[in-house]
């Protein structure tokens, strides 16, 4: 018989500003570009999740599934500073949970 094994799950949304947006298409070209990149580089889930109709706040809810707890917040926090880096996203909210 096999071992049990365990996983953990680490959920953030995540609130920013997108600087320099003039409107809702220059946003979504933003957040959709970001979402592509943390998908593929950290292998997580990731969703716009609020201020849709704003042009230049948005809210992301990501999620990383790994071994351990802080491998999945490990994972987050790597695709907040990418976000932060390379988006020059302005990050004023983040609300993490891990199970």
Known sequence: MRPASRSALAVARVDFRVPGSRSLKEKRRVVRSF???AR??????AVESGWRDDRSLASLTLAALADRA???EGLLRAA???LED???????AVEAESH
Request: proline content about 0%.
């Open 35 to 37: 979402l592509e990149r």
């Open 40 to 45: 593929s580089r950290f292998g997580i889930a």
């Open 86 to 92: 390379d988006y020059a996203a302005e990050v004023f």
């Open 70 to 72: 802080e491998a999945a």
């Open 80 to 82: 907040v500073a990418l």
